[in-house]
């Protein structure tokens, strides 16, 4: 069984950043792939960065790219999620999960283990 923590949430202006944080218990997630979702009310869940086992592979929704990054540290067991220029229109709960299996999609359902989630708000 895998525990997934998320945190770093919270309010922020538009313009501003935040970093989230994902900490793993119960596995060492060193040989699995990571990722970051995100659902806004009346929403469906959607993708937003994924990470390989060994953080040499990213990806990112479109929307995301070059401002946010995500990363890992095995020793940490623990990937991190850094949002910059934010937008109002990335207030959204967001959830970090594990795939067991090879690669790193953008489905949530092909992701086995998932976090609670933080909400993080940007204030226009």
């Known amino acids: 069984q895998v525990k997934l923590v998320e945190s770093g949430g919270g309010l922020v202006q538009a313009g501003g950043s935040l970093r989230l944080s994902c900490a793993a218990s119960g596995r060492t997630l060193s040989s699995y792939g990571m990722g970051w979702f995100r659902q806004a009310p009346g929403k469906e869940r959607e993708f937003v960065a994924a990470i390989t086992w060994s953080g040499d592979g990213t990806r990112y929704a479109d929307s995301m790219k070059g401002r946010f990054t995500i990363s890992r540290d095995n020793a940490k067991n623990t990937v991190y999620l850094q949002m910059n220029s934010l937008k109002s229109e990335d207030t959204a709960v967001y959830y970090c999960?594990?795939?067991?299996?090879?690669?790193?999609?953008?489905?949530?359902?092909?992701?086995?283990?998932w976090g609670q989630g933080t909400q993080v708000t940007v204030s226009s």
């Open positions: 999960a594990v795939i067991l299996r090879p690669g790193v999609p953008q489905t949530p359902t092909l992701y086995e283990y």
